[in-house]
T-cell receptor, first 111, second 115 residues
């Protein structure tokens, strides 16, 4: 069974204070690891897909990296508008159509 | 519309009532997914359609849950004889192709409260 654990559960940063969110996963034959952003009262919004260890992707102040056991979402010089819950999800070779999500990290960036 | 829409946005039901939740995916999207999200948790997979075919319903928690997509576009998630543990946000997502690695576009969800 696929498992995803995200840490920390909650993170408070000052504007401009860079940090990283962690996603540890257990999956049989990773097919893809996904990062989503979710604002209160809204559905998740796609950020990145990573397919293999060593891969990195960037978008504005966000950079996602992947190893064989975990993924990091690095946030550089965050702004208050980056405040949201960040979700990590995986799909493996035996997952079928199921995408398994972690519980998310709730990020708050104070001005 | 440009995105995935869901209706109603909020639904309050008395225990034992039946409810129907609607999802309008992005036009032309082949794949459609339903998820259940409890407060403070990540979404949990319920079921998957490719066009009108329900290819995976392994996440449906009980036989009280039923989903359909008869014409390969709009989908309805029906919950019969609702229980308090059914209270959650129900999310619908669609993606363009049949690849399960394609980006999923989520709707805003329907918040169901069972009293």
């Amino acid at each position: 069974e696929d498992q995803v654990t995200q840490s920390p559960e909650a993170l408070r940063l000052q504007e401009g204070e860079s940090s990283s969110l962690n996603c540890s996963y257990t999956v049989s034959g990773l097919r893809g690891l996904f990062w989503y952003r979710q604002d209160p009262g809204k559905g998740p919004e796609f950020l990145f897909t990573l397919y293999s260890a060593g891969e990195e992707k960037e978008k504005e102040r966000l950079k996602a990296t992947l190893t064989k056991k975990e993924s990091f979402l690095h946030i550089t010089a965050p702004k208050p508008e980056d405040s949201a819950t960040y979700l990590c999800a995986v799909r493996g070779e035996t997952s079928g159509s199921r995408l398994t999500f972690g519980e998310g990290t709730q990020l708050t960036v104070n001005p | 519309g440009a995105g995935v829409s869901q209706s109603p946005r909020y639904k309050v039901a008395k225990r034992g009532q039946d409810v129907a939740l609607r999802c309008d995916p992005i036009s032309g999207h082949v794949s459609l997914f339903w998820y259940q999200q409890a407060l403070g948790q990540g979404p949990e997979f319920l079921t998957y359609f490719q066009n009108e075919a329900q290819l995976d319903k392994s996440g449906l928690p009980s036989d009280r849950f039923f989903a359909e997509r008869p014409e390969g576009s709009v989908s309805t998630l029906k919950i019969q004889r609702t229980q308090q543990e059914d209270s959650a946000v129900y999310l619908c997502a669609s993606s363009f192709g049949g690849s399960l690695l394609s980006e999923q576009f989520f709707g805003p969800g329907t918040r169901l409260t069972v009293l």
